[in-house]
């Protein structure tokens, strides 16, 4: 018997396909003008994560939308708690002045990973509005930061960790509690 702890399924590829599928249809219905989204994907999983959502939304709408990445790292304030890992380049590839900018990670903690990638998106611009999607919102948040799109709710210990895979980086696919 070894030590490593159960990893605990809480959504499996059918059921992620479906959430996927059903965060995409919102996005759909919340957002007027497809035109002007741009999808921002935070590092690590949230980068893959807005490339899934991308083909889901051009497969249910034939439109191209624009993403790009924001690195929240240098604006967070508790750099020194989390540790600095490598430093993935923001790529922001429009003006955002006019965007409806739906950032986009695999699960909401504290907050402070929202919060230090918006201060990181108003270094580019002041855009339309930003909206957040999360897979998993695990609650105990630090701060006021509500998820316009939410995949799933997880109530989770501290000591806990939920992680997203995905087929095009891990070669599975799910949400898991470790």
């Known amino acids: 018997m070894s030590n490593k702890t159960q990893r605990i399924v809480i959504l499996n590829e059918v059921e992620l396909r479906k959430t996927l599928s059903r965060l995409t249809s919102e996005i759909i219905e919340k957002v007027k003008n497809l035109d002007n989204l741009l999808l921002v994907g935070i590092p690590t999983r949230g980068i893959d994560l807005a490339e899934v959502l991308e083909k889901e939304l051009f497969f249910k709408t034939g439109l191209k939308i624009k993403k790009g990445i924001i690195d929240p790292t240098f604006y967070r304030d508790d750099q020194n708690r989390v540790g600095t890992r490598l430093i ?24 402070r990973t929202i919060r230090a990638a918006m201060d990181a998106l108003y270094s580019w611009g002041r855009p339309q509005r930003v909206m957040l999607l999360v897979m998993v919102d695990r609650g105990h948040r630090e701060l006021p930061i ?33």
Request: aromatic share 6%; net charge negative.
């Open 88 to 111: 993935k380049a923001t790529d922001i590839p429009t003006p955002i002045e006019k965007e409806e900018i739906l950032l986009i990670d695999d699960v909401i903690y504290t907050g």
């Open 146 to 178: 509500h998820p316009d799109f939410c995949g799933k709710k997880v109530p989770t210990r501290k000591n806990e960790s939920i992680s997203l895979r995905l087929n095009n980086v891990d070669n599975e696919e799910g949400v898991f509690l470790e």
